[in-house]
């Protein structure tokens, strides 16, 4: 069963943080509070939605979690400036997912930052 309000507040958390770590990827703890909310709210993400065409949206963003979350632990165990940006880059990816699945969310309240 769909809670789309559960879904977009959690899809609003994960992309204000995807947004800090962009903005300062040299900074480590925002990755780290990133991966910490995708860790939580992965299951809210990945429970059945039903959206319709956007729900290929909700798919593909829970590969890209799999992904950053993969190349985070990757780089814990050797800093190196091409795994920060392919973290940066899956982080753009995974917003512009976030971009095309929050509008097809049943617009119940705004998000609180």
């Known amino acids: 069963m769909s809670d789309a ?5 959690s ?3 994960i992309d204000q943080a995807a947004l800090q770590a962009i903005l300062d990827p040299q900074d480590g703890k ?7 909310l995708i860790a939580e709210h992965k299951p809210v993400v990945a429970a059945d939605h039903r959206l319709g065409d956007a729900d290929p949206w909700r798919l593909k963003l829970l590969g890209i ?3 950053i979350l993969a190349a985070a632990e990757s780089a814990r165990r050797g ?16 917003r512009s997912f976030i971009a095309k699945l929050l509008p097809a969310l049943p617009a119940d309240k705004p998000l609180q930052s």
């Open 5 to 9: 309000p559960s879904l977009s507040r």
């Open 11 to 13: 899809l609003g958390l």
């Open 30 to 36: 925002r990755l780290e509070i990133l991966c910490g």
């Open 65 to 67: 979690f799999g992904e």
């Open 79 to 94: 800093p190196e400036a091409q795994r920060a940006r392919l973290i940066v880059s899956y982080l753009r990816t995974m």
